[in-house]
């Protein structure tokens, strides 16, 4: 029973290392940098490197069963230095996770990679509707150490040791059976 307990323990910080690794860090202020509502342009003060890009919309429902909108058909976001070409907008899954307050939510939509800190002219296209749409602009993730592989080793070992601190007491009454 305590080999099952300590198996089930070490999988579980596993698998919240592995889930920190695939999110990619703690998610933080999506809209840190402003936002640009679904169609319309907006130019924008951004920092060197990566940059979260978010889908922002109403959220529906209640209880347990609130649900963010769907990013509108067709959906696209470009942003360019004023004068230069565009930048490649990386697809981040939007099933990762979602985060409702109120009556509005947001969701992952993609990154990109900016070379220069400066002004940079975002732009939004649907061929759907979302009259409560935007897309948000927010840093990347926080991970300990700045690093994306470090993130997911402190979260394991933080999930193990609390995990082993939790079950302490069930591995201690499991001891005095014998």
Request: glycine residues 14%; aromatic residues 6%; charged residues 25%.
């Amino acid at each position: 029973m305590k080999l099952l307990l300590l198996v089930a323990t070490v999988l579980t910080a596993a698998a919240l290392g592995a889930l920190w690794y695939l999110i990619g860090g703690l998610p933080r202020d999506h809209e840190r940098y402003g936002a640009v509502g679904i169609p319309g342009k907006r130019t924008l003060k951004l920092p060197k490197g990566e940059v979260r890009l978010s889908f922002e919309g109403q959220a529906t429902g209640g209880g347990d069963n609130r649900h963010l909108e769907d990013p509108p058909e067709g959906l696209r976001v470009r942003v360019a230095r004023r004068g230069g070409k565009r930048l490649e907008v990386t697809e981040v899954p939007s099933w990762l996770f979602s985060s409702i307050s109120g009556d509005r939510g947001d969701e992952p939509y993609g990154r990109i990679q900016l070379p220069e800190r400066g002004r940079y002219r975002v732009r939004t296209r649907a061929t759907g509707a979302s009259p409560n749409g935007e897309i948000t602009l927010g840093p990347k993730p926080w991970n300990p150490l700045g690093s994306r592989l470090a993130g997911p080793i402190v979260a394991g070992v933080v999930a193990l040791l609390a995990l082993l601190l939790l079950s302490l007491p069930l591995v201690l009454l499991l001891g005095r059976d014998r």
